[in-house]
């Protein structure tokens, strides 16, 4: 059973520094995966932030471009298999709950139902 945890939300005030871990457990990356980050406000569609390919090929949505990264330590060996996303220079307009997203077809979907397996999500609040 594939199981995605995210942590690492809070409380910062503008201009501060987040970091979100998902640990994936459960996942086969064997095959061709795409994984990402997705936020929602209450009342709005969730929406990707960042996503990252079994090959390295990144996409950022542009309102995070130069603030935010995504990364991964994630391998059949790696003892941490856990995906991440560096947010820097954070805005209040950054407040939303996020969530970390997976598939196993390969394909980077824009939109979240491409995506197969999702964590609980993890809450960011930029306030001053």
């Known amino acids: 059973e594939v199981q995605l945890v995210e942590s690492g939300g809070g409380s910062v005030q503008p201009g501060g520094s987040l970091r979100l871990s998902c640990k994936v457990s459960g996942y086969t990356y064997s095959s061709p995966y795409c994984m990402g980050w997705f936020r929602q406000i209450p009342g709005k569609e969730r929406e990707r932030v960042a996503r990252i390919g079994s090959d390295g090929g990144l996409r950022y949505a542009d309102f995070v471009k130069g603030r935010f990264t995504i990364y991964k330590d994630i391998s059949s060996d790696s003892p941490k298999n856990t995906l991440y996303l560096q947010m820097n220079s954070l805005k209040a307009e950054d407040t939303a709950m996020y969530y970390c997203?997976?598939?196993?077809?390969?394909?980077?979907?824009?939109?979240?139902?491409?995506?197969?397996?999702w964590g609980p999500g993890t809450q960011v609040i930029v306030s001053s």
């Open positions: 997203a997976a598939n196993d077809g390969g394909y980077c979907a824009i939109g979240p139902d491409g995506y197969t397996f």
